[in-house]
């Protein structure tokens, strides 16, 4: 899974900051958008006074709805990036990454520094862009963090058969049976019995006694750990004290007893919880990360912070009751809560679902009706979420030059043999073009700069091929991003209306 790490400065600038944080970032940080700038200009023969002025007037263009933004490309997989919307708003910072996020601490830093530098803000630092404080002090105060072991991992796959979970329940409830005379009551066939036991036995869930039955009576006459120990030369001269046959002359019956293991996991349905953890571990969420709230029921809620984003998900071993979806919909409005999954063991209703979404309009609900394939399915919702994000994320650089700068983004991190199509010349010729960068008149607002310099900013909206290659030699073939391949979809849709 990708991680997505944004961080937010309380702070907006003009655009003379703008472009002074720009300048101080092109130097230490080679951007992409500013660096094809640059190069634009160095190719034209333009002076470096020329230059610093056009780009000042980048900043002052009051039609693209950045103040400032570029894009940064690592040859590790790694996108970075920096924006402040026009309208106001925070200064946002962001890594798109499948590293360690902590591994870019150093480009938060350096970005600090030049921001503190140019807006003179000493007191500036970074926020997170994940749930408020509020929010996570009462998450960690109403919730717990559970580590299972890789035992209870396994068993909970074994636990998620309806059969296996409802055959060690009846065991249960008996505290303890005599499998043969115990199958002969259930419905299922004996042999399914057996091996379920087997499995249970395997994984330590119940264990196995041997019992010696005395055929007259029934009564348990002798119990051992093992069936050898029944046969056992010693135990020739033992007779039943009921009927005086000798022991091999009797029935055995096998003893099942829960351990304290399969208990554990049976109680409160603990093994569900065991589940939901290990499928979220299997799509990249380490236990840890997952607060679980338990006591409301018969839902377990697992909280879950993924790329900044809290997630509720929801979990019954049964059919989820209106009372329930209740507790639900408090939960969703206590946390503001904008993503909830709903895991199920028994199918959701349709009235229930339409409920759901509802009461929480400003929720997005995914519900899964079984435990099947969870992993799967938990991972789709989730790359799903991350489509949506880096959608949001990327949007506005193609307002910050025609030429496509998402596809060149997105080749610079796609798999090799993954065929983008990017003829740049193509694309950007029939593009919708961003009226802002495109508009080549300079309007009476705009400085004496692009005035001075008409040729080169009449032509800049078309940039010549070199341009364009500039652009795609930054591309890394080996690079491995495939989801953000959805995103050249969509980046035309976002672009202005000409
Ligand atoms: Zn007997």
């Not at 899974?1 to 937010?8: D, E």
């Not at 979970?165 to 505290?175: E, K, Y």
């Not at 055995?252 to 571990?281: C, M, N, S």
């Not at 193609?398 to 610079?412: F, W, Y």
């Amino acid at each position: 899974m990708l991680k997505i790490v944004r961080r937010r400065l309380d702070v907006q600038f003009d655009s003379l900051q703008a472009f002074e944080f720009q300048r101080q970032v092109d130097s230490s940080l080679s951007p992409l958008i500013n660096g094809v700038r640059r190069e634009y200009f160095k190719r034209l023969g333009l002076g470096n006074e020329e230059t610093e002025e056009w780009l000042l007037n980048e900043h002052r263009k009051s039609t693209v709805p950045l103040l400032l933004g570029d894009i940064i490309l690592r040859d590790d997989d790694t996108v970075m990036y920096y924006r402040q919307q026009r309208s106001g708003g925070p200064f946002e910072a962001g890594v798109i990454t499948r590293n360690e996020p902590s591994d870019y601490a150093d480009y938060f830093d350096t970005l600090l520094k030049i921001v503190r530098k140019t807006t003179e803000r000493k007191d500036l630092a970074w926020l997170s862009a994940g749930p408020d404080a509020e929010v996570s002090q009462s998450l960690a105060n109403e919730s717990e963090v559970r580590v299972p072991t890789a035992r209870e991992v396994e068993a909970s796959r074994e636990l998620e058969n309806e059969a296996a979970q409802r055959l060690l329940s009846q065991i249960m409830s008996a505290s303890s049976v005599f499998l043969a005379r115990f199958s002969q009551g259930l419905s299922q066939d004996r042999a399914v019995t057996e091996r379920f036991v087997k499995r249970f036995e395997d994984l330590g869930i119940v264990s196995k006694d041997y019992a010696v039955l005395c055929r007259k009576t029934g009564q348990q006459i002798l119990r051992v750990s093992s069936r050898a120990a029944i046969e056992d030369p010693s135990q020739k001269t033992f007779k039943c004290f009921i009927c005086g046959n000798s022991v091999s002359e009797e029935m055995v019956d096998e003893i099942i007893t829960p351990t304290e293991f399969g208990r554990k996991l049976i109680d409160h349905d603990y093994w569900l919880v065991v589940r939901v953890l290990g499928a979220l571990e299997s799509a990249g969420i380490a236990n840890q990360q997952v607060h679980i709230h338990t006591g409301e029921g018969n839902l377990t809620n697992f909280f879950v912070t993924i790329n900044d984003q809290l997630y509720l998900i929801v979990v019954a071993n049964r059919k989820v009751t209106l009372e329930e979806s209740y507790l639900i919909n408090a939960h969703v409005a206590a946390y503001r809560l904008e993503h909830v999954i709903v895991i199920a063991t028994e199918r959701i209703s349709v009235l229930m679902r339409h409920h759901l979404e509802k009461s929480n309009a400003g929720s997005e609900f995914d519900f899964l009706d079984s435990l099947r394939g969870v992993e799967e399915r938990l991972m789709s919702i989730f790359s799903r979420k991350e489509k949506t994000v880096l959608k949001a994320v990327m949007s506005d650089f193609g307002t910050l030059t025609p030429v496509s700068i998402q596809d060149a983004v997105m080749e610079h991190i796609s798999p090799p043999g993954d065929v983008l199509e990017i003829d740049a010349r193509g694309r950007s010729t029939s593009m919708p073009r961003p009226a802002a960068t495109v508009e080549p008149t300079p309007s009476k607002t705009e400085s004496a700069a692009t005035q001075r310099n008409p040729s080169p900013a009449t032509e800049h909206p078309e940039p010549p091929p070199e341009s364009h290659e500039a652009v795609l030699e930054m591309e890394t073939p080996d690079a491995d991003f495939s989801m953000m391949g959805e995103i050249l979809e969509v980046d035309e849709t976002m672009m202005p209306p000409v």
